[in-house]
């Protein structure tokens, strides 16, 4: 008995935006080692952290294909790109790189909605809402970095910045969860 509830092309999404997913830890550790090596640590823990919560994405991935009589196949992870060339770039680059990321999951969704698996749609559900955070935590990063005067950022701000990325928190506070008593 068949017991795959998967279509072969929602399969192949799925496996493919677990690979993105590993890309995207990858890129978070490149870019946390980088940070690292300049001397940013609190930089580097916000970015390790992230590289983590990352790989903790992709293997929902594996689990869901699995649970629902799919496939998993793993592929190779593409290389995460040249190093950032200052603080402002790395951040850039996350921005773009969750963009990116978002765009994949949303194709899920729309396919998914296009094939009526409604238990797909669900399950990608989780990761809009967490695209949503992540992009807006990039979104914030580079509003600060802009106000600490972007590329051109002096060692004092930076300073300042890493000392906050340190203690700043992995989630960011979405527009849908503000309120006129909690802005």
């Not at 008995?1 to 799925?14: F, G, I, K, V, Y």
């Not at 946390?32 to 293997?59: C, P, Q, T, V």
Request: proline share 4%; with cysteine; net charge negative.
């Amino acid at each position: 008995m068949e017991t795959n509830r998967l279509s072969p092309t929602l399969a192949q999404a799925l496996n493919a935006q677990m690979t993105n997913e590993a890309h995207n830890a990858q890129i978070y550790l490149s870019y946390a080692s980088w940070a690292a090596d300049k001397g940013y640590d609190g930089i580097s823990n916000f970015l390790f952290r992230h590289a983590n919560e990352e790989r903790n994405h992709m293997m929902k991935f594996p689990e869901y294909i699995l649970k629902r009589g799919g496939k998993v196949v793993v592929t190779a992870i593409p290389a995460p790109g040249p190093d950032p060339l200052n603080v402002n770039d790395c951040f850039e680059k996350v921005f773009q790189s969750e963009v990116e990321n978002t765009t994949g999951i949303y194709d899920i969704v729309n396919m998914s909605m296009a094939e009526k698996d409604w238990a797909t749609r669900n399950f990608m559900q989780w990761f809009v809402k967490e695209q949503t955070e992540e992009e807006t935590t990039a979104m914030d990063l580079l509003s600060k970095i802009k106000v600490a005067g972007g590329v051109n950022a002096n060692d004092s701000a930076l300073y300042a910045l890493d000392i906050d990325l340190g203690k700043t928190p992995d989630d960011a506070t979405l527009a849908q969860d503000v309120t006129v008593d909690n802005p």
